[in-house]
């Protein structure tokens, strides 16, 4: 009985956070709006330079921070993808370790809810951006504050 009573929770807890990723979205992003069509190979290029070896953790260790900040702010439930599919549940001290296995996993996703403000944070591997759905006015003013104290802009995700 408990099992299933632990199954439901995360079953419904799981496509909440499915839901969640169908609101707004916000980025903390390295670029302060959409690079244009354009300058794809530029972009590339970049992408490629920020994505390597320290460029790589610099990025991925500027985005542990705001979420580490956030989780002073809010109470919040943590996320760690394993194995390309199997979602476990982390305690707020083991976000570096998740970060940093993604390296040597070569993939991995993170995420945390805020559960006061019914926000969802997602890091995944390879991207250049941490993505922020339906983030409250109070978590947008903090994540305004926290992104451009480390370098980052902070956008609505469909903004040009």
């Known amino acids: ?65 705001i979420m580490m900040q956030l989780a002073c702010y809010y109470p919040c439930r943590i996320w760690r993808e394993e194995n390309g599919m199997d979602w476990r549940e982390i305690p707020l001290e083991k976000i570096p370790k998740a970060v940093k296995d993604f390296e040597k996993d070569g993939c991995g996703e993170v995420q945390m809810l805020l559960e006061t403000e019914d926000t969802l944070l997602i890091l995944q591997e390879g991207t250049l951006c941490l993505m922020v759905y339906q983030p409250s006015q109070s978590v947008l003013q903090l994540l305004e504050v926290l992104a451009q104290a480390s370098g980052f802009f902070l956008r609505r995700a469909e903004e040009e």
């Open 1 to 65: 009985m408990k099992d299933e009573k632990e199954r439901d929770a995360r079953e419904k807890m799981a496509e909440h956070l499915e839901q969640l990723q169908q609101e707004a979205c916000y980025l903390v992003d390295l670029f302060p709006k959409r690079v244009p069509p354009d300058r794809s190979e530029a972009f590339w290029a970049a992408e490629r330079f920020f994505l390597r070896g320290k460029e790589k953790r610099a990025l991925q260790r500027g985005f542990l921070r």
